[in-house]
């Protein structure tokens, strides 16, 4: 029987990481970097992705950054050739970019509706989650295909399987035809990444690259008490995610722990789909 550790172990493998400069980005890092692989931030400039590489770096681990924006593929394509150039291989994709409005807070108007959304956010959402991760996988997958080796990694959500619960953003004294909603484009992306999974899982599976999805729940951080509180009622552990409780599931998806996974949506959600 092989070591438990030895198969977590991510040694040398380079991981890009889309909005890696992000929440979650940074934790997805974090677990990479902590397993011995070196994660390579992909972000916009104002989210700084070289400088949060540093503080990555600054607690003793590899880490780099690199701004690019996942919908221009020239960008991705300097990112990869930079990463041949320096390290020679790219061994996991992690699409974790995304726009994603926080309705829960303060709204201003009713541009979140059906009725109002604006068809320039429709197309900014999609570009950004469907169409960047496309590019990506083009981009980096393609690499990983040619050396035979790759895992493809695609951050999906809760509500790429289940339905948002627009009650969880009612407020007071807002008749019902403009109160806010989470976005359309929200559902639309996140269901499209299943169903790029699945196809990358197939199209690559002879080329030895594994894709998979992961679909968090909802993380706390300072949400107005209310939605937090309505959101932990429909989860059956009762409560939120904390940012670092996804780490152990990066891990796995993106190490030999999971070798013979491919093709699957690992649903991390405190409970609430099973409702």
Request: glycine residues 12%; neutral net charge; proline residues 5%.
């Amino acid at each position: 029987m092989r070591n438990a550790k030895g198969i977590f172990d991510l040694a040398g493998r380079v991981a890009v990481i889309t909005g890696g400069a992000g929440l979650l980005g940074r934790h997805h890092a974090t677990a990479i970097a902590g397993n011995g692989g070196i994660p390579v931030l992909v972000d916009l400039p104002p989210a700084e992705p070289a400088a949060v590489a540093a503080r990555i770096r600054g607690e003793g681990y590899d880490a780099v950054g690199y701004e690019a924006d996942v919908t221009r593929e020239s960008d991705l394509e300097r990112v990869r050739d930079s990463l041949l150039k320096d390290f020679g291989r790219i061994d996991i994709l992690i699409n974790n970019a995304a726009s994603n409005p926080k309705v829960e807070e303060p709204a201003s108007g009713t541009w979140s509706r059906v009725e109002s959304f604006p068809p320039e956010v429709w197309e900014r959402d999609l570009a950004v989650g469907l169409t960047g991760a496309f590019l990506c996988c083009k981009v980096f997958g393609t690499e990983m295909a040619k050396s035979g080796r790759g895992v493809i990694l695609n951050i999906a959500s809760d509500l790429s399987v289940i339905s948002p619960d627009q009650r969880l953003y009612l407020r007071d004294g807002i008749p019902a035809d403009h109160q806010p909603v989470k976005p359309v484009t929200y559902s639309v992306v996140k269901t499209g990444l299943i169903g790029l999974t699945r196809y990358l899982a197939t199209y690559w599976a002879e080329r030895g690259v594994r894709v998979n999805a992961l679909s968090p729940g909802g993380v706390f951080t300072g949400q107005p008490a209310e939605f937090v509180r309505r959101l932990s009622e429909r989860i059956p552990l009762g409560r939120m995610a904390r940012e670092d409780e996804y780490e152990g599931a990066i891990l796995f998806l993106c190490s030999n722990a999971s070798s013979y996974l491919t093709g699957t949506n690992l649903v991390l959600d405190g409970g609430r789909s099973c409702w």
